[in-house]
């Protein structure tokens, strides 16, 4: 049986720091809320908003599996394992926390803020080795739910320590695919930009869609108005959130 849970964008935790302006979907740092603290392994998933010339100074991390992915403007990294780079809209950054690691995440763009979806997840393995990813995924209409990570990596997709995987969902133009969710796999949809419907059940920005199916697979009907860009997250069956 097919379960689907909707999360409106103003239901989430609000942190406004001036600098910062964060949505918390699930709890994190000050919100809390012990009824949404994560989706299974899906653990962190915040939307935030950094003004221009400020960010996250370096700070430490451990035995977690990190994803950005930018929405608007560009994010500036650098981190202990000496990497250096600018992720910008259209990439997904992946960091192996593991036995520890310190990064920095500052707005690389001088005129405007920088909008991007911090995703965090438990990690299968504990204490394993930092390292970092990146990689660009260039838009085609004829493919407009694409697949970015993987465990595996496989067919060039940023490789993941843990049994998840993203798909990108953007329609430039209005537009309808199908995804299909295997049995025993379960999915968070988060709304990026504008609008889309999953089964009918409308997506704005923020909102989150949580799906479950433990009997069979099952294939959704996907719709987009122009514009519209959200992320698939599919997860294991999550048996409590």
Do not use: C
Request: hydrophobic share 35%; glycine share 10%; proline share 5%.
């Amino acid at each position: 049986m097919t379960t689907t849970t909707l999360r409106r964008a103003q239901e989430r935790g609000i942190a406004d720091h001036g600098w910062l302006n964060s949505a918390h979907t699930f709890s994190f740092a000050d919100y809390y809320d012990p009824r949404h603290m994560g989706f299974g392994v899906l653990r962190v998933l915040n939307d935030d908003r950094v003004a221009p010339g400020y960010g996250f100074p370096r700070h430490p991390h451990r035995d977690m599996e990190i994803l950005s992915y930018v929405a608007e403007g560009a994010l500036a990294h650098k981190d202990t394992l000496g990497t250096g780079s600018v992720i910008r809209p259209g990439e997904i950054q992946r960091m192996t926390a593991g036995r520890g690691v310190a990064h920095s995440e500052m707005n690389a763009a001088q005129d405007e803020a920088t909008r991007f979806l911090q995703i965090w997840f438990l990690p299968a393995e504990r204490n394993t080795m930092p390292s970092y990813q990146q990689q660009h995924f260039p838009y085609d209409r004829a493919r407009p739910i694409d697949l970015m990570v993987t465990p595996s990596g496989e067919g060039g997709t940023v490789s993941i320590g843990q049994d998840v995987r993203i798909f990108r969902v953007r329609f430039d133009d209005a537009g309808h695919a199908e995804q299909t969710l295997p049995a025993g796999r379960a999915a968070w949809v988060q709304g990026v930009r504008g609008t889309l419907r999953v089964n009918g059940e409308a997506l704005g920005e923020g909102d989150g869609l949580a799906i479950q199916d433990d009997a069979a697979a099952h294939t959704f009907q996907v719709e987009g108005d122009p514009g519209a860009e959200a992320l698939w997250i599919e997860v294991p069956k999550v048996t409590h959130v």
